[in-house]
Nanobody
Framework: QVQLVESGGGLVQTGGSLRLSCTAS????????MAWYRQAPGKQRDLVAS???????NYADSVKGRFTISRDNAKSTLYLQMNSLEPEDTAVYYC?????????WGQGTQVTVSS
């Protein structure tokens, strides 16, 4: 019903920046909340940031002040601006969309921060 495709991951040095994008297609009109999660090797998948339909946001403590989540509803696209990147940010980043009780996931995009 909803397809999510992430892009923008890559390799960056400590202190650098990346901007991730997630484009949604299909039945997108009823998406309530979109979010970015990340999962490092051997770790659980954790919430990074979320944004609701009117633009209210929340962030994990570890990224607060460094990352910014935004949403372009007209383009059905979610963004994550990541600044002051640290090696601890290295992970696969996943886009998530919620429609009522259903959750949809993208395939993930790798972010690697070198020291």
């Amino acid at each position: 019903q909803v397809q999510l495709v992430e892009s923008g991951g890559g390799l960056v040095q400590t202190g650098g920046s990346l901007r991730l994008s997630c484009t949604a297609s299909g039945s997108t009109n009823n998406i309530n909340v979109m979010a970015w999660y990340r999962q490092a090797p051997g770790k659980q998948r954790d919430l990074v940031a979320s944004i609701n339909v009117v633009g209210s946001t929340n962030y994990a403590d570890s990224v607060k002040g460094r990352f910014t989540i935004s949403r372009d509803n007209a383009k059905s696209t979610l963004y994550l601006q990541m600044n002051s990147l640290e090696p601890e940010d290295t992970a696969v980043y996943y886009c998530n969309a919620r429609i009522f009780i259903s959750n949809y996931w993208g395939q993930g995009t790798q972010v690697t921060v070198s020291s």
